[in-house]
């Protein structure tokens, strides 16, 4: 790797720097510790015409051999609290704060409303982008605001909540503001008051009556480690596929043939179903094929076994999602993207 005069390091291996472990290069690689570096960083983008990847943790993005253009790290710290009105506190974090060390400070605090989205890998900045959620808690249930540099004219912007279209896995930002902004800082509103979410998984029957926020944290933490792989042992990337959802009417016809196929009805009135249920009825938990593999506890997981590329994974993954198609006739979405892919909708 070289660095060059201005700070920008060249031929950057990003090989260790994702959790999928892909090989991966990127030409020009800036990591960026204030809002003007970001800005910085853009400039340059701009400048020179260069596509721009913003790499976070790498937990949920799929990288190739080599990566054109910039690729930015935001790497902003700062996380704060301010008692507000009422039992609320306002919580304001860098994007480059871990999102488990933020989760856990706030559990430390007593705060209430990050508890079941302990673990996640990556950083606070990344959250938004896929609005993430575990255990029946989404990041917007307690997303306040997002501050962004935008490429375009290299200002600082604040959107508010509502602003950010956040839905299932999904955001603004993967879709109309994809490629184009750098979030920096989040703002969140927790609370004093107890509010345990324990309806999603067997969260309920891991805590005791009356939990406090450390006891559902720790409840999570402990299911997580019995479920998922660790991405350090065994490289991966989360849940590759998102949850599809259907209408009620599929939903029916499909309970009708499959009887024990988990539901999940949603509010609009379709019917949210599991992945890796399919997944597992074509019989590919576990499965391998060269350097990737279905995982043999949770089959919404592939895993790489090494050695292999991101051209090798997307193949992989096409014939999970092709066995699904055949057996089901429901298309499964990818949930982590891929560096450089246009935006989505
Ligand atoms: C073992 C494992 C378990 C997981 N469990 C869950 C889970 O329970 N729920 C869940 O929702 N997700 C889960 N994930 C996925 C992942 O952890 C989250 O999506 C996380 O938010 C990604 O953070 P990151 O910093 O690694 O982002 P990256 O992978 O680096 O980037 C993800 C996307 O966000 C963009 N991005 C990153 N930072 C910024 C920024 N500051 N500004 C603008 N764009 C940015 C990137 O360009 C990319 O498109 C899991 C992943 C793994 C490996």
């Not at 009556?209 to 999570?220: C, G, I, K, M």
């Not at 949210?272 to 089959?299: M, N, P, T, Y």
Request: glycine residues 10%; contains cysteine; proline residues 6%.
């Amino acid at each position: 790797m070289l660095e060059a005069a201005n700070g920008l390091e060249i031929g950057r291996d990003l090989t260790r720097a994702n959790t999928l472990a892909l090989p991966s290069v990127a030409e020009r690689f800036w990591r960026a510790r204030s809002e003007q570096d970001v800005m910085h960083g853009l400039r340059l983008a701009n400048e020179h015409d260069w596509p721009l990847t913003v790499l976070g943790g790498g937990s949920n993005l799929l990288l190739p051999p080599h990566i054109a253009g910039l690729t930015l790290c935001p790497d902003l710290d700062g996380l704060s609290f301010r008692a507000a009105a009422g039992d609320r506190v306002d919580v304001e974090v860098g994007a480059g704060v871990v999102w488990h060390t933020l989760v856990e400070a706030c559990v430390e605090r007593e705060l209430w409303g990050l508890e079941n989205l302990a673990l996640i890998p990556g950083l606070a900045g990344a959250a938004p982008i896929q609005n993430i959620g575990a255990y029946g808690v989404e990041l917007g249930d307690v997303l306040e605001w997002v501050e962004l540099i935008d490429r375009r004219d290299g200002r600082r912007r604040r959107l508010g909540r509502d602003e950010c279209g956040l839905g299932y896995r999904d955001s603004v930002f993967k879709r109309e503001l994809a490629n184009r902004v750098v979030i920096t800082r989040l703002g969140l509103g927790l609370s004093w008051r107890p509010r345990p979410r324990l309806d999603y998984g067997a969260l309920d029957q891991r805590v005791p009556p009356s939990p406090s926020a450390r006891d559902v944290f720790e409840a999570v933490c402990a299911i997580r480690r019995e479920k998922l792989p660790d991405p350090v042992a065994l490289p991966n990337a989360g849940s590759f596929f998102k949850n599809p959802v259907v209408s009620r009417q599929r939903a029916d016809m499909l309970a009708a043939m499959h009887p024990d196929m988990p539901r999940y009805p949603q509010p609009n009135g379709d019917v949210k179903l599991a992945a890796a249920w399919l997944i597992e009825q074509c019989g590919l938990k576990s499965c391998r094929d060269g350097a990737f593999g279905v995982h043999d506890r949770q089959a919404l997981v592939l895993v790489h076994f090494g050695g292999g590329t991101l051209d090798e994974l997307l193949a992989f993954a096409d014939r999970v999602a092709g066995a699904v198609r055949a057996r089901f006739d429901i298309a499964l979405e990818r949930e982590p993207r891929q560096a450089g892919e246009p935006a989505s909708g």
